[in-house]
């Protein structure tokens, strides 16, 4: 088994299968994006033709949709899987939220809840697609002010309740729609054990090959629901073991496509390394501190062949990398155009 290379490909980050952005994060389960820029080419560079006014088709048409999902982090899923996703995690990303509420030393009582999300709901229903400072005129003039950590929480467990999710693209600020304005709501709930069976079916199709420990790092469910998913996908996924550790393979997992000397100009908060508790694969511990710190803030990081290599600046006019890891002789200027004409077309 080649980890390396089956994860480049079953990430779509080589050979890519998919043309529509939303079939990109539909095979994913949910992408992390949590930088509102950058989320962009994280999704577009997964697909065949880099555009970034797809993305933002897709998008405005809510057919991607941004949440706080796991981790209380946010992500994109699909509009398909939203409500199916929300009901499974949310439970878990509202423990967390109030757990920081309460770090914080923030109560927020039932009544002013149900007040201000009211608030919300109609003023996205009024105009459509909303900034958070269109939430504070509106609050205002009720006569509710709320300094920026209470209104975040707000707004954070009216995404969680599926009252509200993110509104059109915006060039570099998020924005809010009401949720029946933006994505069908389901004819039958979905069932708890089916929506975690293609929540795990979604994360090993996508991030294979995986732990356990991955899986549950990054769907931010417990262990026994995570174990409970891999059981539910019987035949369909096995254990290969590679240097002392249990990696779960679905059966039709890609594993041909590797083309030698590829660089790839990875943004920062990308699946390829938040996907996963241990990132060793593809990242020297030594060099861990140049992707990510402790505090779980990821930079754009470059790869050759899939092993992380470097670091590179992606709002600069011309590529500027600096590599820590090995000689690199070769040339960028591929990916850089591939990234260029993304943002242009």
């Known amino acids: 088994m080649n980890p390396v290379t089956i994860r480049l490909l079953n990430q779509q980050l080589i050979a890519q299968q998919f043309s529509d952005p939303a079939e990109v994060v539909r095979h994913a389960g949910a992408m992390q994006a949590q930088e509102y820029r950058m989320m962009r080419w994280a999704v577009a560079m997964r697909t065949k033709k880099p555009s970034a006014k ?9 057919r991607i949709i941004r949440i706080h999902l796991m981790r209380g982090t946010w992500q994109l899923v699909a509009a398909e899987d939203y409500w199916a996703w929300l009901t499974l995690c949310a439970p878990k990303a509202i423990a967390v939220t109030k757990g920081w509420m309460s770090s914080n030393k923030i109560t927020i009582p039932d009544e002013e809840l149900m007040q201000v999300r009211e608030i919300l709901a109609q003023t996205a229903a009024d105009k459509g697609s909303v900034t958070k400072q269109n939430f504070v005129e509106a609050l205002t003039e009720k006569g509710i002010t709320l300094d920026e950590h209470r209104l975040s929480y707000h707004i954070r467990m009216a995404e969680m309740s599926g009252t509200i999710c ?3 693209l915006h060039p570099s600020k998020a924005t809010y729609a009401l949720t029946a304005n933006k994505i069908k709501t389901p004819s039958e709930k ?7 069976k293609c929540f795990t079916r979604a994360y090993f199709r996508s991030r294979q090959p995986a732990t356990l420990d991955d899986f549950v790092w990054w769907s931010g469910l417990g262990v026994s629901d995570c174990k409970r998913g891999i059981m539910l996908l019987g035949n369909t996924i096995h254990v290969e073991r590679w240097e002392e550790r249990e990696f779960y393979l679905t059966d039709d997992c890609r594993t041909r496509g590797l083309r030698k000397g590829k660089y ?3 943004p920062p908060y990308d699946e390829y390394l938040i996907g996963y508790k241990s990132r060793d694969i593809v990242l020297n511990p030594e060099h861990k501190h ?7 803030i990821f930079q754009p990081i470059i790869a050759k062949d899939g092993i992380v290599c470097g670091n590179w600046s992606p709002f600069k006019d011309k590529c500027q990398a600096e590599f820590f890891l090995g000689e690199h002789a070769g040339d960028l200027q591929e990916e850089w155009a591939r990234y260029g004409k993304f943002q242009k077309s």
């Open 54 to 62: 797809a993305f933002k088709k897709a998008y405005d048409s809510g």
């Open 264 to 266: 790839l100009l990875i």
């Open 166 to 168: 993110s509104g059109d």
């Open 290 to 296: 140049r992707a990510h710190n402790n505090s779980g």
């Open 190 to 196: 979905s069932e708890r054990d089916e929506a975690l």
